[in-house]
């Protein structure tokens, strides 16, 4: 969806370094939600964000919600090659449905 | 608990030929959707439904018919297929309570028209 932006497209690192990926909305966010997608298979749920300067973590997956709830980021602490993936982001801008990003896919190098 | 159940998971038409998607849900969730996702795109919403008898179009719902005449089951109909509706579609169902919109996505079904 144009509403709502990822980045980078695609992202291949080093086993162990550290990576972003950025997901800027057109709009105002009411919910921010980050799935994981392993190639070929369905989507698994991550964290989901609400609140202006929310922060939250999942093993070595932080994600953050800016002040202005229009962007969000996801951190991967020392990569491994089991969070290789598709990993989207959904808004919830209005009603009880979620638009998605484009995806980033990520390879993680042994 | 299976969740989310799509059928089948695999299909190959030719073009103008139809068929029906099956999404099953085992959670009680009034809230279902149909995604299809092509490379590049992400996810694009083709229809959604917020309860038994409800249906309503998304971002592409153009050449794609629903139903949700049970609660527990959201049907995507094709009924003239085409080339461009080749993809991968997913099937999600949510309870969307209050601050929690988790979405539960089935598998996926690969749909490939010749």
């Known amino acids: 969806s144009q509403e709502l932006e990822q980045s980078p497209q695609s992202l291949i690192v080093q086993e162990g370094k550290n990576l972003t990926i950025n997901c800027t909305s057109s709009k105002t966010l009411y919910g921010l939600y980050w799935y994981k997608q392993k190639y070929g298979e369905g989507l698994i749920f991550l964290m989901m964000l609400q609140k202006g300067g929310e922060e939250k973590s999942h093993e070595k997956i932080t994600a953050k919600l800016d002040e202005k709830k229009q962007q969000s980021s996801l951190h991967i602490t020392a990569s491994q090659p089991s969070h290789a993936g598709i990993y989207l982001c959904?808004?919830?801008?209005?009603?009880?449905?979620?638009?998605f990003g484009g995806g980033t896919r990520l390879m993680v190098k042994p | 608990n299976a969740g989310v159940t799509q059928t089948p998971k695999f299909r190959v038409l030719k073009t103008g030929q139809s068929m029906t998607l099956l999404c099953a849900q085992d959670m009680n969730h009034e809230y279902m959707y149909w995604y299809r996702q092509d490379p590049g795109m992400g996810l694009r919403l083709i229809h959604y439904s917020v309860g038994e008898g409800t249906t309503a179009k998304g971002e592409v719902p153009d050449g794609y018919n629903v139903s949700r005449l049970k609660k527990q089951n959201f049907l995507l109909g094709l009924e003239s297929a085409a080339p461009s509706q080749t993809s991968v579609y997913f099937c999600?169902?949510?309870?969307?309570?209050?601050?929690?919109?988790?979405?539960?996505f089935g598998e996926g079904s690969r749909l490939t028209v010749l």
């Open positions: 999600a169902s949510s309870q969307w309570t209050s601050g929690n919109g988790e979405l539960f």
């Open positions: 959904g808004a919830e801008h209005a009603g009880n449905m979620l638009t």
